[in-house]
């Protein structure tokens, strides 16, 4: 059984940063992709960032290169790097696995509100 566990949501005001982490537990043979997605209410579940086993990223549209992605293999831990954040990313943000099947966080709320 594959755990994802998320942390470094939490509320940051406009224009700021934040970092989130993802680490993966379990049995892991060789993870494909990892990445985020997120949620907003009312809003369907959208792509933020992958990052594959070889190194390909894959980015939303509307992150226009505000965030990045990184990831550390030996660790199965993947990070996101956000800045100049803006109201519109407020959402819950989901740690994403594929490994021969997807497998998904419980998510961290990042709240960008003054």
């Known amino acids: 059984q594959v755990q994802l566990v998320e942390s470094g949501g939490g509320l940051v005001q406009p224009g700021g940063s934040l970092r989130l982490s993802c680490a993966a537990s379990?049995?892991?043979?060789?993870?494909?992709?990892m990445g985020w997605y997120r949620q907003a209410p009312g809003k369907e579940r959208e792509l933020v960032a992958t990052k594959s086993g070889s190194g390909r990223t894959n980015y939303g549209d509307f992150v226009k290169g505000r965030f990045t992605i990184s990831r550390d293999n030996a660790r199965n831990t993947v990070y996101l790097q956000m800045s100049v954040l803006k109201p519109e990313d407020t959402a819950v943000y989901y740690c994403y696995l594929r490994a021969g099947v997807d497998y998904w966080g419980k998510g961290t709320l990042v709240t960008v509100s003054s």
């Open positions: 379990g049995s892991i043979i060789s993870p494909w992709v």
